[in-house]
């Protein structure tokens, strides 16, 4: 069996372009009916369209992950032309970090920026995304342990368990039993800067508080390349999420702004965001556009930020009424453990059936693709039905439980 595969998406990790869902649990956790209680506040609305993009960005990392495998020779992109935009799996963390900070900030923006308590969104926080990452830790080992590890890996080791348990996989170095839980710690020390964030939203304004945030991202990706560790870090651990981050909390107070600014042309501020952006991408290929990610991703940015705007106001209707749609909703609803659980099941699928017995490029690849994505969506279906969606309802009864039972206080005297 060809070790090319193996390089390929070892590369890949290196330069940080395995896909986070991120990916963000912030940006893939379910929406859940209406009314509900935001992980940063009180109950608010849930925003048709946004589960949507979960879930249609969570199949892209699966997609992305597969394409990887099936074409080697990354950073160069040697698909067809249909298949070649699956080489930028990157992209996904940008729609993924810009939707968290979004979706985190959507309950504060209603409230003066501010947090109905510190500790009960970190408890919050913890509560649903800790359950279903540590099972999907532990499906993670039993399959590199047991079956195959990721590519370019030697088997987990004790202290794979202690790094990845406490989130810190970006910062510490240890054999990984799942390529895309790099994410999940930069999402965590995200979850922890969050509070601050609102806090300069309030002293000083939306505007400043993302200028600030650009501004020491920029210094730190000018001076990264002259400076051997600071061009680690950068690699590990992509300063450029946390201002992605940011412009997300700063679209979310458009949502409730006025009127005027609400109805502002959003989609098409998007579409004329993103087209000189991917005018660049078209024009230089995917070498170059791999190699300067961190200027990438920055770019696109508000594109994605104006787009979640636009949906949460209600335009485009149409694009709006699609992310919508049923099955597309209900991709979205196991967003978060698909991105959790695919990457053991691409290694299987295509060590153990489509390795040495399918040619590599498009048969491997259209030959992983149909089995691959049925088969993660129905486990992540059934992941989430263990691992998140008891938590969600535990969560919510308890909140309901308060409100038919309101503590009363003894009557004076």
Known sequence: MSLAPDRTVDAEVERGVVVAQGASEGALEQACPTPVRGDAGPPRQRLAGLDGVRGLAALFVVVNHVFLRAFPGYPADRA???????????????VFIVLSGFSLALSPAGQGWRLDGVSRFA?????????????ALAFSLAVAWLVAPPPGQGAPDAKSVVVNGLLVQNLVGAPSPNRSFWSMAVEAQ???VFPLLLLMVRRWGAVVMVASVTLVVAAIGILAPHVSRLDVFVIRSPPELAALFAVGVLSAGIVGASGARSSWPWAGLALAAAAPVLAVIGSRGSV???DHLFWVDLALGPAVACLLAGLATGRPAPLRRLLDARPIRGLGSCSYS???THGPI???????IVAGR?????????????????LTIAFARAFASVFETPF???RRWAWAARRRHPRVDPAPG
């Open 80 to 94: 067809p032309f249909w298949a070649a935009p699956f080489i930028y799996g990157r992209f996904a963390v940008v």
């Open 123 to 135: 408890h919050r926080r913890a509560w649903r995304i800790l359950p279903p990452y540590w099972a």
């Open 190 to 192: 995200l979850y922890v």
């Open 288 to 290: 170059w556009t791999l």
């Open 338 to 340: 698909l991105y959790l």
């Open 346 to 352: 691409v290694v299987v699928v295509y060590e153990k």
């Open 358 to 374: 399918v040619r590599q490029g498009v048969p491997a690849f259209v030959v992983s693709l149909a089995l691959v994505v049925p």
């Open 392 to 394: 969600r309802h535990h």
